[in-house]
């Protein structure tokens, strides 16, 4: 039983503050990461260093299997803690297996191998974090996470700028950030989520519980892959997504340019915390309406975080139209400046992103699993064929392009499954509702 189930529940409100804090300081940092780094070293630096978190971030994206999603949203406790924690552990064994046999069939210089492999052992300890995380989220208790986020944001920071000063290398700069996530994992995660546990028990709340050996049985971990699994290769496609254009612009042209398109597209990243936090803080919320059949109260929450999700969109489209040049030249340096028209492309495929990501929280919430499956895949396929066709003839523009078209279909598709989905759960709710109203007459 959670916390949400004793009326000991946050407010929304609350919820969010805490969320939207803990997430928009560790975007802060992680921005201010690339911008540092671009700062004291070269653009092609800077694509070295995005393109080792291109490498591990899918792989471990994947492992993930968006567990901590479905753990926030598993009101029933359908799943055990044990359960969640046991393939996590097993996926993230398997990720880190994968990245070391891309690493050694690609042969990349030593430095590029080096920050590949770092990033891989700071993703590795992210996601161990990212488990306990979604027990936190179950029971709301977003303070908690908040203060793990800023810490993880701060330190990692930190110890870049130190690496930076110290070995003025980019796979010294991942060392750090690896070093940072563990430390925060081992130091404050792991503590705070047993303290959590033991306040629940001491209130009286018995969450779900099965012994370590069933933890790690087929007959415990097959449902929850069977459910998780298109989970995974949704994030999976959305992290793909974001990293096709990269994989296409180091691939036709240089390291220089993937870290000018890098540092472009990490400016939008403000909205997405909003969005995010906005998001994951009402998933509980919006699970619950939707488990109790509340579709009138579940379409107005979605409707509302819709209404945010495109008016930071077109509020950033405005900024970068008219501050955009300023902006590039203060956070980074002059030459990143000449790219105001890729920028503001850029920023329309961003707002229609938050929109969609909006809209993949409700999906989460329905357990619409597959049918975001085919929604990102379809936007996957039409982006790489964009990058394909474009990048080669405009560079970066294309690549650019490429992304607001991937991100337009993306959210089209996204509303007529969420609509789709409401319609046949209203069509479930009325044919379940008439026998019971005619048996109600005759008696």
């Known amino acids: 039983m959670s916390v949400t189930q004793r009326g000991l529940r946050p407010s929304l409100r609350s919820n969010f503050y805490w969320t939207f804090a803990g997430t928009a300081i560790y975007a802060i940092c992680q921005w201010g990461m690339l911008s540092v780094l671009s700062k004291l070293r070269s653009p092609t630096d800077v694509g070295i260093f995005v393109y080792g978190l291109a490498v591990a971030t899918p792989t471990y994206v994947l492992a993930q299997l968006q567990l901590r999603s479905i753990q926030a949203t598993d009101v029933t406790q359908r799943f055990s803690f044990c359960t969640y924690l046991t393939v996590r552990i097993i996926c993230v064994v398997i990720a880190s297996v994968v990245i070391l046999a891309i690493v050694f069939f690609t042969h990349p210089d030593r430095i590029t191998m080096w920050t590949c492999l770092f990033f891989a052992g700071g993703r590795a300890a992210e996601s161990m974090s990212d488990i306990l995380y979604g027990a936190m989220q179950l029971n709301e208790q977003m303070r908690t996470q908040a203060a793990s986020m800023c810490l993880k944001g701060l330190v990692s920071l930190a110890l870049l700028v130190i690496a930076l000063q110290t070995w003025h290398s980019v796979a010294g700069a991942a060392l750090g950030i690896m070093i940072a996530w563990t430390a925060v994992l081992v130091a404050y995660d792991i503590p705070s989520t047993a303290r959590m546990f033991r306040s ?244």
């Not at 050996?213 to 959305?238: H, Q």
Request: with cysteine; aromatic share 6%.
């Open 200 to 443: 629940l028990h001491r209130g009286g709340i018995r969450p779900r519980t099965v012994s370590i050996r069933r933890a790690w049985s087929v007959g415990e971990i097959k449902p929850l892959l069977r459910d998780a699994l298109p989970m995974g290769l949704v994030m999976f496609l959305l992290s793909l997504n974001a990293n096709i254009p990269r994989y296409v612009l180091k691939a036709e042209t240089d390291m220089k340019t993937l870290g000018i398109y890098a540092a472009l597209s990490y400016i939008q990243v403000g909205g997405m915390v909003v969005v995010s936090a906005l998001g994951q803080a009402a998933a509980p919320k919006l699970a619950r309406l939707y488990q109790f059949g509340d579709m009138d109260s579940f379409l107005v929450l979605l409707k509302k975080l819709v209404g945010v999700g495109g008016t930071l969109g077109a509020l950033g489209v405005l900024g970068v139209s008219v501050c955009g040049n300023m902006a590039l030249t203060l956070l980074y340096k002059a030459e990143y400046a000449r790219f105001q028209r890729e920028f503001v492309v850029m920023s329309i495929g961003s707002g229609l992103m938050y929109v969609t990501c909006v809209l993949g929280c409700g999906m989460t919430s329905m357990r619409c699993y597959y049918q975001q499956l085919v929604t990102i895949g379809s936007s996957t396929v039409v982006l790489m064929a964009c990058c394909t066709w474009l990048v080669p003839r405009y560079g970066l523009l294309g690549a650019a392009d490429a992304s607001l078209v991937s991100s337009g279909v993306m959210a089209v598709l996204s509303g007529i499954a969420v609509l789709a989905e409401m319609r046949r759960k209203s069509k479930v709710a009325v044919s379940v509702a008439i026998p019971i109203a005619r048996t109600v007459e005759v008696q």
